[in-house]
């Protein structure tokens, strides 16, 4: 299995598996990049000679251990590879919380040796490609992705906010996020604030951010709390289109609806009813509540409308020219 030349850290308190390390790697074509017996040298070491791996004894002996100098490479971004007298000794297990480790037992074979180096390497170009993927979906998001810290203070912004708001994210980041929010929405946002930092979520939660022009966008919110970072993780939807198409549909209905008053019998009775049962013979209505009324009386109750009586052309000419007509004739 052929492995490119790595420049590789070793760190181990005992001095002759040190060099048993050295000499298992020089075979593989690595080069040691600095041997440290103990947690301080290593990491004093790592800032200097910049490994592109550590080799690290789980059991080193001083105040600092295995699993803090694992954490200290971490964060330095240098893969580590565990090498432990036992798969469920205390340090390992702690360096495995922080992050899975490679792992390896001890006294350390060549072959597995080699091996390690590898899957540790492998693992290495996966996770950056993990991040690369991560950070190009971050940066194309067309909704609004952002960290905001328990203090109050974005601490990660995707490009969309600086398309939404005309604020660079530089811009947004330096202020208090409550500076940004409408004046009259910021009361409930801090209480949905306070909510999600004590466990909860906020799901479709909105309010107004202020625009770098002095106007407003509509915004809809979810967002969840990550209690040991201390960070609500947040996306939030522009909904400034959708809120002004509301609008313009309330006021649409509020206008129908003054029409409608000025013409009940056409509005109010078909709002209410899409079919009014009516009596075939005697022409009463049945109303909601299974009631039997005359329709003078049921328009009355329901609308504005004032009946006057009169005859109609129809019913003139056959019930009242009748009466009217001499008898006999």
Same mark, same amino acid.
């Given at each position: 299995?052929a492995t490119?030349?790595?420049?590789?850290?070793?760190?181990?308190?005992?001095?002759?598996?040190?060099?048993?390390?050295?000499?298992m790697?020089?075979?593989?074509?690595?080069?040691v990049?600095?041997v440290?017996?103990?947690?301080?040298?290593?990491?004093?070491?790592a800032?200097?000679?910049?490994?592109?791996?550590a080799?690290?004894?789980?059991?080193?002996?001083?105040?600092?251990?295995?699993?803090e100098?694992?954490?200290?490479?971490?964060?330095?971004?240098?893969?580590?590879?565990?090498?432990t007298?036992?798969?469920?000794?205390?340090?390992?297990?702690?360096?495995c919380i922080?992050?899975?480790?490679?792992?390896?037992?001890k006294?350390?074979?060549?072959q597995?040796?080699?091996v390690?180096?590898? $899957?540790? &390497?492998?693992r /290495?170009?996966?996770e =950056?490609q993990?991040?690369?993927?991560?950070e %190009?979906?971050? +940066?194309?998001?067309l909704?609004?992705?952002?960290?905001?810290d328990?203090?109050?203070?974005?601490?990660?912004?995707?490009?969309?906010?600086?398309?939404?708001?005309?604020f660079?994210?530089?811009?947004?980041?330096?202020?208090?996020?409550?500076?940004f929010?409408?004046?009259?929405?910021?009361?409930?946002?801090?209480?949905?604030?306070?909510e999600?930092?004590?466990?909860?979520?906020? $799901?479709? &939660?909105?309010? /107004?951010?202020?625009? =770098?022009?002095?106007s407003?966008?509509?915004? %809809?919110w979810? +967002?969840?709390?990550?209690?040991?970072?201390?960070?609500?993780?947040?996306?939030?939807?522009?909904v400034?289109?959708?809120?002004?198409a509301e609008?313009?549909r309330?006021?649409?209905?509020r206008?129908?609806?003054a029409?409608?008053?000025?013409s009940?019998?056409?509005?109010?009775?078909?709002?209410?009813?899409?079919?009014?049962?009516?009596?075939?013979?005697?022409r009463k209505?049945?109303?909601?509540?299974?009631h039997?009324?005359?329709?003078?009386s049921?328009?009355?109750q329901?609308?504005?409308?004032?009946?006057?009586h009169?005859?109609?052309?129809?019913?003139?000419?056959?019930?009242?020219?009748r009466?009217?007509?001499?008898?006999?004739?």
């Open positions: 299995m490119m030349g790595r420049r590789i850290l070793i760190v181990d308190g005992e001095m002759f598996a040190a060099r048993e390390l050295a000499a790697l020089m075979r593989c074509g690595h080069d990049a600095g440290a017996s103990s947690g301080r040298r290593a990491i004093a070491l800032a200097s000679v910049a490994p592109e791996l080799l690290v004894d789980s059991a080193l002996p001083g105040d600092v251990d295995g699993a100098v694992a954490e200290e490479m971490r964060r330095r971004s240098i893969p580590v590879i565990l090498m007298a036992g798969a469920e000794s205390a340090p390992l297990r702690a360096a922080a992050e899975p480790l490679c792992a390896i037992a006294p350390v074979l060549e597995e040796l080699h390690a180096i590898h $899957l540790a &390497f492998c /290495r170009v996966t =950056r993990l991040h690369d993927l991560d %190009r979906f971050f +940066a194309i998001s909704d609004m992705l952002c960290f905001l328990f203090d109050g203070h974005f601490k990660r912004l995707n490009p969309a906010w600086e398309r939404t708001l005309g660079t994210r530089e811009e947004l980041m330096s202020r208090p996020f409550i500076e929010v409408h004046p009259d929405d910021r009361e409930p946002t801090l209480r949905q604030n306070a999600v930092r004590a466990g909860g979520q906020a $799901l479709g &939660f909105e309010n /107004r951010y202020r625009r =770098r022009d002095g407003y966008r509509w915004f %809809r979810n +967002a969840t709390p990550g209690a040991a970072e201390r960070v609500i993780y947040s996306v939030a939807r522009d400034t289109t959708q809120r002004a609008t313009a309330d006021h649409l209905l206008r129908l609806q029409a409608r008053g000025e009940p019998a056409l509005g109010e009775l078909g709002a209410e009813r899409g079919i009014m049962p009516i009596c075939s013979h005697c209505v049945r109303d909601g509540e299974n039997w009324q005359s329709i003078e049921y328009f009355l329901h609308t504005h409308t004032h009946f006057s009169g005859v109609c052309p129809s019913c003139y000419a056959k019930e009242v020219e009466l009217l007509s001499p008898v006999g004739s």
